[in-house]
């Protein structure tokens, strides 16, 4: 989530990219993978059991977690992010109806309304990943950056497109177990945000999807392979780069640093809480991030009492 949020708002309307030789080793990871076991939350009769996820994963890779599959049969309810709310349809409404949103307007070019250095940086990366110096010209900085980011990532063998929680919805589903959305606090949808999203903010997430580029690629394979691996121990040594964090916190509409991580981590804190004052059993999908940070939500079960079995 953190190391590309914005990158999955361009996933949406982004054809796939082309196979290119990669700019770094590409990932090996490949076929049928489960990624880590759960954690297991419990006190008394009442169980949760959390599936961390991460974006993004190795592309082309197809995920069953057969422990999943094994609890999901005596499973109450499954608790998933709510999906920022987008679709296909009302993008292709936007680009018709109000294309500032993701073109840049008045006849201008990215090349006029980026940050000059900013701009230069682009620049050089987009030579780097595609054939077109001119490529992206008309959208708006954080969506030609976000494609620039998801071309990267298309480079190295990473993608966005594998969604856990929907997987692990769909098998729900599947068993006729009921699915709970959890609406995270402080965060809206990413296109009404667009509209009043300041240039320096704008600036701040472009720099963190440059910055992702230039020097966080390596960390974002490791990642990945560490997830297919189940090694939550590499992943816990592999934190996001500040300047993401940085793009976050301007996103949180003025709240103090850390403040949108914070009630990210309360909205599911309060939900598993809920589940675990009674009898029963739940699977709870949550960002790595959200669970690992330090004062994360399992940092906060244990220091509640809860008795945690890590994976």
């Known amino acids: 989530m953190r190391a590309s949020l914005l990158a999955a708002l361009v996933f949406l309307i982004a054809p796939p990219a082309p196979a290119q030789a990669p700019a770094l080793d590409e990932i090996v990871v490949t076929g049928e993978r489960s990624g880590p076991n759960m954690w297991h939350v419990h006190k008394g009769s009442a169980h949760v059991w959390i599936l961390g996820s991460l974006t993004p994963l190795p592309r082309g890779i197809t995920w069953r977690s057969h422990q999943v599959e094994s609890v999901l049969g005596h499973t109450n309810q499954v608790l998933v992010q709510k999906p920022f709310e987008i679709s296909i349809p009302r993008i292709l409404w936007v680009l018709l109806t109000d294309r ?6 008045g006849g201008k070019r990215l090349k006029d309304v980026l940050r000059a250095d900013l701009y230069q940086r682009f620049a050089v990366l987009r030579t780097r990943y595609t054939d077109d110096d001119k490529k992206w010209e008309r959208y708006r900085p954080i969506v030609a950056a976000a494609f620039l980011e998801r071309e990267a990532f298309h480079r190295v063998g ?5 969604d856990l929680g929907a997987a692990v919805r769909k098998l729900a589903e599947q068993d006729h177990v009921k699915v709970e959305e959890i609406k995270m606090a402080g965060t809206g949808d990413m296109l009404n945000a667009l509209k009043t999203l300041p240039a320096s903010t704008e600036n701040t997430c472009v720099e963190a999807s440059l910055a992702t580029i230039e020097g966080g690629l390596p960390r974002l394979l490791e990642r990945a392979q560490a997830w297919a691996d189940g090694n939550t121990e590499k992943l816990q040594s592999l934190p ?3 300047e993401v964090d940085a793009c976050l916190n301007a996103l949180d509409s003025g709240a103090g640093a850390g403040e949108l991580m914070k009630r990210m981590r309360s909205s599911w804190l309060y ?12 699977i709870a999908v949550v960002n790595y991030d959200l669970l690992l940070d330090h004062g994360g939500v399992l940092d906060q079960l244990r220091n509640a009492g809860f008795e945690i079995d890590a994976p």
């Open 240 to 242: 996001v780069p500040k």
């Open 100 to 105: 500032k949103l993701l073109l840049v307007t």
């Open 271 to 282: 939900a598993i809480e809920g589940y675990l004052a009674k009898p029963g059993t739940t």
């Open 158 to 162: 990473l993608s966005v497109r594998l």
